[in-house]
């Protein structure tokens, strides 16, 4: 059998959508669909669709190791002529769903509106832009029915600096946690849990010892009982990787390692 890091780096692949992928081929059809429709319907009203989130950053997961995997659309609103509020653009975003995809799943999910099309799901967030003497800034819906600020390429540009600092370990590394992330249903908010592996330090790393080494630097404080204990049994199945590593019995490594992220050996 291969050892730890060749198959850690084999899953890493695997938990990639790749370009020219039939999967790839057909979200970036829907993606362009999408975004035609949308500029039909609304017209003038908006100013721009940007993609951002996981699949920008090829992050993502392939939806049949996430179920959950969406991708994040950023719908810029032209307010040249009035001034609406978020929940009105929210449904807007939602009757335009209703209208152009019938068959579809549609629902309300703070802040955007999901669009789920079997194969595919979709999170449509309304946006403004807020400009003032001094900065330009990006707005979507708060929980409180007003404005924050975001900024939807911030965080692709610090993930991207991280994965060329540590030769292109990271985001691999982050697709492999997600993976168990998604097997646990979700300790972390995906979105949280990329932020915390982009924030460490690969420096000298392979797969093998960096996946570990991300494992041992999770936390699992001001998780809930029941999100801390797959956290806790995440680091146990580490100390067992480590225990046969050290008695260099690759093959009961990779076996407790497939039972972490729920893979075939």
Sequence with gaps: MASINYRLQQMATDLFIKYGSTERDYITQKIE????NLKAYFANSISEILIFG????????????DES???DILIIFNQADRELTPETYRNQLRKFCELKYSTSTVVKSHPSIVLEMGKIKFDLVPCRINQSFWSTSHQIPDKNGSWMNTDPKGFNETLTAANNRYNSLVKPIIRLLKRWNAFNNYPYATY????IIAAMNFSKDNYETGFLYAIRQLSATNLPDYQAKK???LKNNEGWIKEYLDRDNQDKAIEVLCRILGLKV
């Design 69 to 71: 995997s969406d991708i």
């Design 33 to 36: 669909n999408l975004k035609y």
């Design 54 to 65: 996981s699949f920008k950053r090829d992050t993502i997961l392939p939806r049949k190791f």
């Design 192 to 195: 949280e849990l990329e932020q």
């Design 231 to 233: 956290v806790e049994t």
